[in-house]
Nanobody, 126 residues
Framework: QVQLVESGGGLVQAGGSLRLSCEAS????????MAWLRRAPGKEREFVAA????????YYAYSVEGRFTISRTNTKNTVELQISSLNPDDTAVYFC???????????????????WGLGTQVTVSS
């Protein structure tokens, strides 16, 4: 069992940036592939970015590629999402998720993820 707690959300103007962080409990963080997903008001949950256990492989949704960067620090049990060039369409609750995976595996299907945080709200004003 692992608990995930997101932070770093807030209100930002279009064009601005935020850095979201997710901290995992326990000492098994290295066994998990990690991801960020988001749910905008009235929309389905959207996969945003994913990263492998060994930090060597990443994946980005087309809508965020080039603007968002996922990273992890295994010694600190954290995964972060740097989000830049924000626009109102990025307004959503952002969730981090964890999944058991092989060392270099990047999981891009939300159903593969076993553990979820409660989310952090990002609101982008125009």
């Amino acid at each position: 069992q692992v608990q995930l707690v997101e932070s770093g959300g807030g209100l930002v103007q279009a064009g601005g940036s935020l850095r979201l962080s997710c901290e995992a409990s326990g000492n098994t963080f290295i066994t998990f592939a990690m991801a960020w997903l988001r749910r905008a008001p009235g929309k389905e949950r959207e996969f945003v970015a994913a990263i492998s256990r060994n930090d060597e492989s990443t994946y980005y949704a087309y809508s965020v590629e080039g603007r968002f960067t996922i990273s992890r620090t295994n010694t600190k049990n954290t995964v972060e999402l740097q989000i830049s060039s924000l626009n109102p369409d990025d307004t959503a609750v952002y969730f981090c998720a964890a999944a058991w995976a092989t060392l270099s595996e990047v999981l891009t299907t939300s159903t593969r993820y076993h553990y979820w945080g409660l989310g952090t709200q990002v609101t982008v004003s125009s």
